[in-house]
């Protein structure tokens, strides 16, 4: 059986935690942070993990991790 592929572009955005579910990054700490409170942007520095219903399909993209 050939190896499976690594989606790069899922590599890049979820990673794996010890227990095997996936965390990701949060989104809108980019730009237009003057408006946002430093209390949001305090809360948005920590990862998350993924949606349950979405586990499985990063864990297709990602065989490896």
Do not use: C, E, W
């Not at 990054?25 to 942070?33: F, G, I, K, W």
């Not at 586990?55 to 297709?60: E, L």
């Amino acid at each position: 059986m050939p190896k499976l592929k690594t989606h790069r572009g899922a590599a890049k955005r979820f990673s794996a935690n010890s227990k095997g579910k996936f965390k990701r990054n949060q989104s809108h700490r980019r730009h237009l942070l003057t408006k946002k409170s430093a209390k949001r942007k305090r809360h948005l520095r920590d990862s998350v993990l993924i949606a349950a219903p979405d586990q499985q399909a990063v864990k297709h993209m990602l065989p490896y991790a």
